[in-house]
């Protein structure tokens, strides 16, 4: 931070908003006003009030009414006065209990589990502070000055251009500035291509996945299709007279295999010959192990196929950015739907991304991160054949979690047992669209990435051990 700015901040004091009202004149009323401040909690304890003369200018008063009236206050006991230090509001100061909203309950998020292997982030103490941060400061001080100014709905075009450059190299896309819009996510971007009418009519979507997208489509009046699948990934050549498919090729969510390449040449075509398009959803495209790279659909039509994807498991879901490849076709319509100025993803947030790409520290932390989650991925497999060979573990080859295949009937209850034990994990059923009559059998969905790395030992202990027992082998018929 700027030396400058903090010693001025010091010297100035707090900026104050008091309203001077009631009787007794301006003294009085500032005494009530700024008590009131301290005990509402709005000056919180310690902040250091401005001195005489400027608090005395903004509220039009004289000097000595302020001097008064802060006189008045540490003899109360409100503030405190040192000399060289000015006057600040008193350590003791608390602040009415009922104006402070303390919520009854923490949210269920804010304790956590004592084992956290839910799917759905990527290792939140990996993150790449120390880099992010040269990337923030380096894009800051390069930053024009217009770069405070409103946004481009589009995006920034050095983050456009960046994007550009890594997707065609690490996912096979093939784009162009011009054609990337900037969003904050995945989630946002389906609110945009269906919210603003882009894309019309009923949606096919493979009959496991993320129910929250589900939930979002259905809230933007869009009704989803199930489409079944096989370990080959969706069944593709049952798609009919819908407009638009969703899918996750790179990665089957959450099952986890890639789409066959036979299918996915046939999507691209049932999506020329309907007229209709291919929604990519690139969650995790970047986590591969054990298989040769497979490359984004997008590459084999761009004008069919939306390719869309976020930062949020290579860096972390609190970056909220997100981008999407569209049809030349649909570029007008969603930066209309984006609105004349940026409104939803921080245009700073945007050029540090760019920097951080450009710089090549994007690459060094998806290496570094793919290293980590393959370590983690092969010590499950490896739990598992140890302690419970009889659970098939799929979905390994690529992202950042695995399902684990359970005996039959056994989902729930190891579910509890789970949750007796303290240990957050999925179930298979909860990805499953409602309307589809395929079942994907038993299992449990594990978040491998989530946990710090010095918890993932411990973690992985407590999950074999909630995992149900092998089923005795049945007797044979008595022979002799
Ligand atoms: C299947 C799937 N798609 C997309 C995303 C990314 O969503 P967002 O970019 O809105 O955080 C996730 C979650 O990280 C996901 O699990």
């Known amino acids: 931070m700027d030396e400058s700015w903090v010693n001025s901040a010091e010297r100035i004091g707090a900026d104050l908003h008091l309203e001077l009202t009631g009787p007794g004149g301006g003294r009085a009323a500032l005494i009530r006003a700024l008590r009131e401040a301290v005990r509402s909690g709005r000056l919180a304890p310690g902040t250091r009030l401005p001195p005489y003369r400027s608090l005395a200018a903004?509220?039009?008063?004289?000097?000595?009414?302020?001097?008064?009236?802060?006189?008045?206050?540490?003899?109360?006991?409100?503030?405190?006065?040192?000399?060289?230090?000015?006057?600040?509001?008193?350590?003791?100061?608390?602040?009415?209990?009922?104006?402070?909203?303390?919520?009854?309950?923490?949210?269920?998020?804010?304790?956590?589990?004592?084992?956290?292997?839910?799917q759905g982030t990527p290792d939140a103490s990996a993150f790449p502070r120390t880099a992010w941060l040269t990337s923030y400061r380096r894009a800051l001080q390069q930053a024009p000055n217009e770069v405070f100014g409103p946004g481009d709905?589009?995006?920034?075009?050095?983050?456009?251009?960046?994007?550009?450059?890594?997707?065609?190299?690490?996912?096979?896309?093939?784009?162009?500035?011009?054609?990337?819009?900037?969003?904050?996510?995945?989630?946002?971007?389906?609110?945009?291509?269906?919210?603003?009418?882009?894309?019309?009519?009923p949606l096919a979507v493979e009959a496991y996945g993320l129910g929250f997208h589900r939930e979002l489509l259905r809230a933007a009046g869009v009704r989803t299709v199930p489409l079944p699948l096989d370990e080959h990934g969706a069944l593709v050549d049952r798609l009919g007279r819908e407009r638009a498919v969703l899918l996750t090729p790179a990665h089957q969510f959450p099952t986890g295999g890639p789409l066959d390449p036979v299918r996915r040449a046939a999507v691209v075509d049932w999506a020329r010959a309907r007229g209709a398009v291919v929604l990519e959803d690139d969650y995790d495209g970047e986590f591969r192990y054990d298989r040769k790279p497979v490359g984004a659909v997008q590459g084999l039509d761009p004008e069919r196929v939306i390719f869309i994807g976020s930062v949020s498991k290579s860096l972390s879901p609190a970056v909220r950015l997100g981008w999407m490849a569209l049809p030349e076709r649909y570029v007008e319509d969603v930066l209309e739907a984006k609105g004349e100025r940026e409104a939803w993803a921080s245009v700073l947030d945007q050029l540090s991304f760019a920097d951080f790409l450009s710089c090549g520290s994007y690459d060094r932390h998806v290496r570094r991160m793919r290293q980590r989650y393959r370590g983690r991925r092969d010590r499950l497999v490896a739990a598992l054949a140890t302690h419970a060979p009889h659970v098939e573990v799929t979905g390994v080859a690529a992202g950042l979690h695995a399902v684990l295949r359970l005996p039959p009937g056994t989902e729930r209850s190891t579910l509890k047992a789970a949750a007796w034990q303290g240990v957050a994990v999925d179930g298979l059923a909860e990805f499953r669209h409602p309307e589809t009559d395929m079942a994907a059998g038993d299992g449990?969905?594990?978040?491998?990435?989530?946990?710090?790395?010095?918890a993932y030992g411990a973690a992985l202990d407590a999950l074999c051990g909630v995992l149900p027992p092998q089923e005795p082998p049945t007797a044979g018929p008595a022979v002799g």
């Open 444 to 454: 449990l969905v594990v978040g491998y990435a989530t946990p710090s790395e010095h």
């Open 58 to 118: 903004d509220l039009g008063v004289a000097r000595n009414t302020v001097a008064d009236a802060y006189a008045e206050l540490v003899a109360e006991g409100w503030l405190t006065a040192r000399q060289g230090s000015g006057t600040q509001v008193a350590e003791r100061a608390e602040p009415l209990r009922h104006a402070v909203r303390v919520p009854r309950k923490a949210p269920p998020r804010a304790r956590g589990p004592r084992h956290d292997l839910r």
């Open 153 to 201: 709905p589009a995006g920034r075009i050095e983050l456009r251009e960046a994007l550009t450059e890594y997707l065609a190299r690490a996912r096979g896309v093939r784009t162009e500035p011009g054609r990337l819009v900037i969003c904050s996510g995945f989630g946002h971007a389906l609110r945009l291509l269906f919210g603003a009418g882009v894309l019309r009519g």
